[in-house]
């Protein structure tokens, strides 16, 4: 069974775990553990220290999913496409191919625009794997919400993951959706949901990295955070401070 296949027929059996890599060093641990990694536009708020995702680059996604691929072997890889790459099914099939045979990747990732399920078609017809991505969705929306608190919304929400399922992708990122609505879209579809703030009612779940590692200083809601490896950081430079005025590094050991 091929690798995408294989996360189709998680759904209702176990869950999907998935995480963000940006890094070879990252993937190689999050390989052990994660049906999926995602090289995530995020890495623009995460790394390059933008206010959004929307000056990240199609040069800079490929950068980092270009490192990311070397410490990837079993987990399913996937790329964003960052905002204004996908504008039209021309223009979303050259770059997705750029993005493809440039990272060796198993599949991309688009946003959700209600709109955008012919650029879907396109890209699953010319054998592109396609994961979806509605709810709060970073490159389209300007403000952040929690998505399907009411019945239309929920009804919104659960005709756009059937159109996106309809066009072909293998499975649908539900960003921030409340828990009644990821239930039902959840429900509703064959392919897999992977949840991020959208409650246990998903099929499997996603994160950024250095949030559950406490690395990034973003903690909205939803976050938990598995480690607090900022203060380990912080004390090991303390450390080396100390020892490099002290003089006691390098000692002989660490020296030729
Ligand atoms: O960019 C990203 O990391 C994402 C996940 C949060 C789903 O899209």
Redesign the pocket.
Known sequence: MNKIKKIIAKKNKSKIVCL?SYSKSVSKILDKYCDII?V????GNVLYGMKN?HKVSLQMMIDHAVSAKQGCNKSLLVV?MPKGTYKNSKIALKNAKKIMVKTKCDAI?IESNSKNFDIIKHLVKSKINVMG?IGYT?QIKKKFKVEGRNPEEINRLIVEANKIERAGAFSI?L?CVSSVASKKITDSLKIPTIG?GSSLNCDGQ???TDDLLGLSGFYPKFVKRFANISKIIDKSIQKYKTEVIKKKFPSKKYTF
């Open positions: 963000t995602l995530g536009d995020s890495l995702t964003d990732k991505h970073p990122v960003e991020i996603i994160l950024v």
